[in-house]
């Protein structure tokens, strides 16, 4: 008899970001299929426009940790204009949280970049030693 354990570990930002960017793969794949196809969308445990929902929220999500890891690099991502606009608006971002994202990222619906940044947000994902 074995006994699966979960070891928690600490995510990081490129971790995170692999298994976003997979998600939002399979939702944009998904989306392609008729929206109408009532057995697929049940197969696939959402309708068509919770998996836009879902995937406009993970690309929310993507989006700030590409310009975290930007700026954790000292480079610019995106629409600012100089890493100090990047900085001050990773500050408003910092503390947010969000369950619905957090859910679709199966993160703890505390999660936060601030808990990312200093290695508080634990994958919960079971990993086998």
């Known amino acids: 008899m074995t006994t699966e354990t979960s070891i928690p570990r600490s995510l990081d930002a490129r971790t995170l970001l692999r298994r976003i960017d997979a998600r939002i793969r399979l939702v944009r794949r998904a989306i392609s299929h008729d929206h109408r196809d009532e057995p697929y969308w049940q197969a696939?445990?959402?309708?068509?426009?919770e998996a836009?929902?879902?995937?406009?929220?993970?690309?929310?999500?993507?989006n700030l940790l590409h310009?975290?890891?930007?700026?954790?690099?000292?480079?610019?991502?995106?629409?600012?204009?100089s890493l100090e606009d990047q900085r001050a608006w990773l500050a408003t971002m910092e503390h947010r949280?969000?369950?619905?994202a957090?859910?679709?990222?199966?993160?703890?619906?505390d999660a936060t970049l601030a808990k990312l940044r200093i290695g508080e947000l634990l994958d919960l994902e079971v990993v086998r030693p």
């Not at 696939?44 to 426009?49: L, V």
């Not at 949280?97 to 619905?100: H, Q």
């Not at 957090?102 to 619906?109: E, G, S, T, V």
Request: net charge positive; with cysteine; charged share 30%.
């Open 44 to 49: 696939f445990g959402c309708s068509a426009a």
């Open 102 to 109: 957090a859910r679709y990222c199966r993160l703890p619906d």
């Open 52 to 62: 836009q929902g879902e995937r406009a929220i993970l690309r929310m999500v993507a």
């Open 97 to 100: 949280r969000c369950a619905r």
């Open 67 to 81: 310009v975290e890891r930007a700026h954790a690099r000292g480079r610019i991502h995106g629409r600012f204009a």
